[in-house]
């Protein structure tokens, strides 16, 4: 499994960037982008490169947490929404969540849904609803009911007149193809309105 570049986005703007650390609303030490700080780290000031360092690291161990906890088949959208809830919240969660319970029973929508719940953080016994973990948990929720493209795009272009049946065939052999098609003539494709009805294309009379 690979993760999307949207889930870098939201990892990023929930998390912010800080070169100093800081405590969280649960009171833990932090640095970077959303990096803990562990036993043997001195939370010194870091660079952006090194909180760049610290993240893919994260990153890393996150995925491989969500591949060893989900049993069911995923798709790479479902699998990076897991992703940034795992990286905010930790393994610890993720494993005990109804969320992984509802998912690897194969209630996918269920799964979805449970996003939601995940809304507070504080220190122990005055854990509040925080508005950025709502807007997160939207986000991750949305990611994963998002459908994975099915097709990868293409640079091929045909060139030809509107109504050629090879541009048809072109078209039906890559499905999700935007076809521009030009007469070499306006009035091979569409006339001139010098003839007909009479009418002059400005309305009625």
Do not use: C
């Not at 906890?69 to 798709?75: C, G, H, K, L």
């Not at 001139?192 to 294309?201: L, V």
């Amino acid at each position: 499994m690979k993760i999307v570049r949207q889930v870098l986005t939201i990892i990023e703007q929930s998390e912010g960037l800080s070169l100093k650390a800081y405590k969280d609303p649960a009171g833990h030490w932090t640095i970077g982008i959303g990096h803990l700080l562990t036993e043997g780290e001195d939370g010194a000031d870091i660079t952006r490169e090194q909180a760049y360092e610290l993240l893919q690291a994260d990153l890393e161990e996150a995925m491989r947490l969500v591949e060893s906890a989900v049993e069911v088949p995923i798709n790479d959208n479902q699998f990076s929404a897991l992703v940034s809830f795992t990286f905010n919240m930790g393994g610890g969660a993720l494993r005990k969540s109804t969320l992984l319970k509802k998912l690897n029973a194969g209630d996918y929508e269920g799964a979805a849904g449970q996003f939601s719940r995940w809304t507070k953080a504080g220190p122990k016994g005055m854990k509040v609803d925080m508005k950025g973990l709502i807007k997160r948990r939207y986000a991750e929720e949305i990611l994963f009911r998002s459908p994975v493209p099915m097709y990868v795009p293409s640079h091929e272009v045909w060139s030809g007149m509107a109504g050629d049946p090879k541009g048809f065939e072109f078209a039906a052999a890559r499905p999700g193809t935007v076809m521009l098609m030009v007469a070499p003539i306006v009035e091979e494709a569409y006339g001139t309105g010098a003839e007909g009805d009479g009418t002059d294309g400005e309305g009625e009379g």
